[in-house]
């Protein structure tokens, strides 16, 4: 029932808009004049000052013609560096870039898809709950943009977040959740020659907390890894400052809490047994979420899916995007493949099929959940 030729035309035009993460300012005018010629409302929140784009989130809402609970459709507007001055090529079915940018598939086959999926459902004026749709800002910069929207601005629970490779039909049901560590073990200088009673070795106390981090592979859903420890001093000093930045992910929010606990402790201990301080400590880059098969709303887009003659399948993810946010603020997001593959790269590229077949479960999904 899409309309495939308006589809391409619509993502090729978005890719050819420049948006690397903070220059968003085009490509959401361009989504909120498309989006406001159907009949959507328009709304551009303040977040600007805090994610440092040219614009906000966009929030785009088709209120609905019938009952049934409110769906969100999210997807990002910025892309990764090279992406502008993208000139898509099409062939064989296949849309790439000209070989000097990424294609901006992450996320704009997304992008697409939503719009398509609303152009149809008003232009067939099919039955459907109120939909909103979300197109966010800096996603590759640290999920910025859906870190700091206005979540009273969404009355959906569930939202769907076009925005994964693998093939339409694919469905993350866990992604991680990520705490940064960024500390910095504070001893005390002295001569290390005339006086080293004097001073404590920030550089022996740091090698003391780490050595009794368990990192690397915690469990099957948890991980931990230190990315660099810094200090540097003449031989003949005893060093004052030493600094440490890691990471750990895990797949439940209980596990990261614990793992970053455990990481700050040893550093805790470390300093206490030496005499150091200890500054800086944990920051929440995104929570945790999972979903198991037989959640209520993994099952209506399984359903979504095969409506749309799509196979589906379940996965989990190793990273974080705008779903992680949406859930530690109380929605219920899942991601889905969109066919975007070798994303990040110059050789990016989407199959119209992939593209085609996002839309039409957009518009599965949105028709469907009338409930
Ligand atoms: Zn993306």
Do not use: W
């Not at 080293?196 to 106390?205: F, H, K, L, N, R």
């Not at 740091?206 to 540097?232: F, K, P, W, Y």
């Amino acid at each position: 029932m899409i309309n495939k030729e308006r589809l391409l035309h619509t993502f090729l035009d978005y890719v050819q808009i420049d948006s690397e993460s903070t220059h968003e300012g085009a490509m959401a005018a361009r989504i909120a004049e498309d989006l406001q010629a159907i009949g959507c409302q328009i709304f551009v929140d303040d977040s600007a000052a805090k994610t440092g784009s040219e614009t906000g989130n966009l929030y785009c809402t088709l209120p609905g013609n019938t009952g049934g609970e409110p769906i969100l459709f999210a997807a990002h507007m910025d892309t990764v560096v090279p992406g502008a001055g993208v000139k898509p090529v099409v062939e064989n079915g296949v849309i790439r870039s000209g070989g000097d940018t990424v294609l901006g598939g992450d996320d704009k086959s997304g992008v697409a898809a939503i719009v398509e999926a609303l152009r149809t459902i008003v232009e067939h004026n099919l039955p459907h709950p109120t939909i909103e749709a979300l197109f966010t800002v800096c996603e590759e910069v640290g999920l910025r943009g859906s870190r700091h929207m206005d979540y009273s601005r969404i009355t959906a629970k569930k939202a769907a977040v076009l925005d994964s490779s693998g093939d339409a039909g694919k469905i993350i049901t866990a992604a991680p959740g990520q705490y940064k560590l960024n500390a910095a073990v504070i001893g005390r200088r002295a001569h290390a020659g005339v006086a080293p009673e004097e001073g404590i070795s920030a550089i022996q106390v740091l090698c003391d907390a780490v050595s009794h981090m368990n990192l690397l592979r915690i469990d099957e859903e948890t991980t931990a890894n230190i990315g660099s420890i810094s200090a540097q001093y003449a031989t003949n000093i005893v060093p004052e400052r030493a600094e440490l930045v890691g990471e750990c992910r895990s797949r439940r929010d209980d596990k990261l809490e614990a793992q970053g606990q455990h990481m700050m402790d040893c550093l805790r201990t470390a300093c206490g047994r030496f005499g150091a301080t200890l500054e800086g400590g944990l920051t929440k880059s995104y929570s945790a979420y999972s979903y198991t098969g037989d959640d209520p709303f993994v099952q209506e887009i399984i359903a979504a899916c095969r409506k749309a003659g799509l196979e589906p399948s379940l996965a989990a993810s190793g990273g974080g995007s705008d779903a992680n946010n949406m859930s530690a603020n109380g929605l219920k997001a899942l991601v889905l493949g969109t066919g975007m593959a070798k994303v990040h790269t110059v050789q990016e590229e989407l199959t119209v099929k992939n593209l085609e077949d996002t839309a039409a479960l957009v518009l599965a999904l949105a028709v469907t959940s009338e409930g």
